[in-house]
């Protein structure tokens, strides 16, 4: 039985899929349906800590499910976690879209976690794509005709060792090496909240069930609403594919699946020199919010793998591109619109972000020359940017339109 409605009229607890950890500035919150990390103060660390008390074996904490009564003081800090989906209240508040830094709470700056908040997993090298900027083309290059099954056993074990909130299940194409994808999956749910990231090609209604089963994220990679600009940049790989297939098509069939079936979805968006136009990423908003989509992703190219070839420098964009992305930001935050935007500036920061590749290797980017290197050289600050929108600047909150139910 649920504790008694206090003065304030409002109950609360942590909402559903919401994994976080204590940090010596306050908390880690990660809230799964939006695909959105939080950094929480120490007073509304506080506020969440007394909404929860089971402790999960990785050590970060999930919702124990009660509800509690709360002091009138509380009732502001509530209805603002409640906006972003860190808190469920009864009565429900709306949540609403965010902008701007993800930091709730005063910060005099952008917060460094103590540990990886995120590590990417190879589910395979293959891809039924050739996209021309391919971040991660040179850890799939040399293994992917010579990959071996039992390969994803190391990466389990590998990512088992990263004491990461989340575990992103990439790629390669999961959907190509279903099989890997469900054991990866499944062993990544055991201690980390779950993304699948997706081109979409592929035969993604078969992974629906266990996507359901362990509350998976799903983001799907699109990068314009125009069908011949997106497969020019995402083109192909007619080893896989037959002439007329459409990343572009395979994308927004993806898109619009999850969304009919009740699975959390996003968008991510690689932003180059063919894609960068003002009208063009808000042509692409307005497609994604039609299609239900609640988050957005955009990566600034980074000169790594694919991108980081001589011939391919054309795509490469200037650092005035982050004036364009804020562009967006702002217009979307004027517009109300229901969507979260996150921008990641990685090609300033290039080595925020771990990754195991298919031989279970732990690796992160160079610094220098877009290859992958040993973990340790990964950027701590960076990597918090990179997540907690630190290429942006804070916006009033909450200031986006309430998210459709």
Known sequence: MGVPLTPTGLRARLADGVRFRPEPFGMLAYVARRDHFYALDQPHAALLDRLSSDRQPSGDRQPSGGWCGLAPEDRAAVHRLAAIGVVATDPPTAQRAFFGQSLVGSFPQLPTPSQPMVVNCFATSHCPLRCRYCHADDLMAGVRDNERDDWIDRVI???????????????????????????????????????????????????????????????????S????VNDALRPINRRYLPLGASSHGAALAAIRTAVAEGIPCSAQTVVSSRNRELAALLELRDLLVDAGVTTWVLHVIVRAGKAARAD??????????????????????????????????????????????????????????????????????????????????????PIGAVFPG
């Open 225 to 228: 609403a125009a069908q011949r």
């Open 312 to 397: 391919r420098a054309g795509l490469l964009c200037g650092d005035d591109v982050l004036d364009t992305l804020r562009e967006v930001v702002k217009l979307t935050a004027d517009a109300a619109a229901p969507l979260d935007v996150r921008v990641t500036s990685t090609h300033r920061v290039p080595n925020s972000a771990l990754l195991v590749n298919a031989e279970g290797a732990l690796c992160v980017e160079a610094p220098e020359g877009g290859r992958k290197i040993s973990w340790r050289y990964l950027d701590a600050e960076g990597h918090a940017s990179r997540y907690l929108n630190g290429t942006l600047e804070p916006f009033p909150q």
């Open 157 to 223: 074990r590998t990512a088992d060792a990263v004491p990461a909130m989340v575990g992103v299940v990439t790629g390669g194409e999961p959907l190509s090496r279903i099989r890997q994808a469900e054991r990866l999956i499944a062993a990544l749910a055991a201690t980390k909240s779950v993304v699948l990231d997706t081109s979409g090609v592929g035969d993604f209604e078969r992974l629906v069930p266990v996507l359901r089963r362990y509350g998976v994220h799903v983001r799907v990679s699109l990068d």
